[in-house]
Nanobody, 123 residues
Framework: QVQLVESGGGLVQAGGSLRLSCANAGRTFSSYTMGWFRQAPGKEREFVAARGWSGSTLYADSVKGRFTISGNNAKNTVYLQMNSLKPEDTAVYYC?????????????????WGQGTQVTASS
């Protein structure tokens, strides 16, 4: 069983930084693709970043150069470092895991989801 638990959200001023963590509290795995998605009020859930088990990464254009996804296989945890935050980054951020090796942005690819953590960047 995969159980994803996010932490690290909060309120920061525009231009600030936050680091989100996603831990798998269930069965240990190292071969899943991990992703971060976000959903702002009144908008659809959108892709932010993904990391394959080999370390390959993919980013949405809107966060490229500002956000970094990384992982610690020994701790079974994936991180999202968010720098230069903008008000438009405000959303609930979700961690997701996919049993596919494909490092992709499609929501349908991901089998497991965390409960989400709120990130607010104030102007």
């Amino acid at each position: 069983q995969v159980q994803l638990v996010e932490s690290g959200g909060g309120l920061v001023q525009a231009g600030g930084s936050l680091r989100l963590s996603c831990a798998n509290a269930g069965r240990t795995f190292s071969s899943y693709t991990m992703g971060w998605f976000r959903q702002a009020p009144g908008k659809e859930r959108e892709f932010v970043a993904a990391r394959g088990w080999s370390g390959s990464t993919l980013y949405a254009d809107s966060v490229k150069g500002r956000f970094t996804i990384s992982g610690n296989n020994a701790k079974n945890t994936v991180y999202l470092q968010m720098n230069s935050l903008k008000p438009e980054d405000t959303a609930v951020y979700y961690c997701a895991a996919s049993s596919s090796y494909r490092v992709g942005p499609s929501i349908g690819q991901y089998d497991y989801w965390g409960q989400g953590t709120q990130v607010t960047a104030s102007s």
